[in-house]
């Protein structure tokens, strides 16, 4: 399976919680600036992933709320936390 290419290589991975308690999406981080969410099983369709520059540099963390609404990355030179909203709905691929 060919992970997304644009940011350099995946870094962290974790999985969205769900309701139904099967995971739908993943979202992820590389090394330098950008995360983005995949959807779930993973077939390589560059239709069910997509990625944006959360930072200006180097990710040092993220994590999803527990009821997997929300998105947290921590920079690490820029001392910043961003918290982003969750919504898959766009990669639906039927």
Same mark, same amino acid.
């Given at each position: 399976?060919?992970?997304?290419?644009? =940011?350099?290589?995946?870094?962290?991975?974790?999985?969205?919680?769900?309701?139904?308690?099967?995971?739908?999406?993943?979202?992820?981080?590389?090394?330098?600036?950008?995360? =983005?969410?995949?959807?779930?099983?993973?077939? =390589?369709?560059?239709?069910?992933?997509?990625?944006?520059?959360?930072?200006?540099?180097?990710?040092?963390?993220?994590?999803?709320?527990f009821?997997?609404?929300?998105? %947290?990355?921590?920079?690490?030179?820029? %001392?910043?936390?961003?918290?982003?909203?969750?919504?898959?709905?766009?990669?639906?691929?039927?």
């Open positions: 399976t060919l992970s997304p290419t644009y =940011g350099g290589p995946l870094n962290r991975m974790v999985t969205v919680p769900d309701p139904s308690g099967t995971p739908k999406y993943i979202v992820y981080s590389t090394h330098e600036k950008v995360v =983005g969410i995949i959807e779930l099983p993973l077939d =390589g369709n560059p239709n069910c992933a997509m990625g944006l520059i959360a930072h200006s540099g180097e990710i040092s963390d993220i994590c999803v709320s009821d997997g609404r929300y998105l %947290f990355t921590a920079g690490s030179n820029d %001392f910043t936390v961003n918290q982003w909203s969750i919504n898959g709905n766009y990669l639906q691929s039927e």
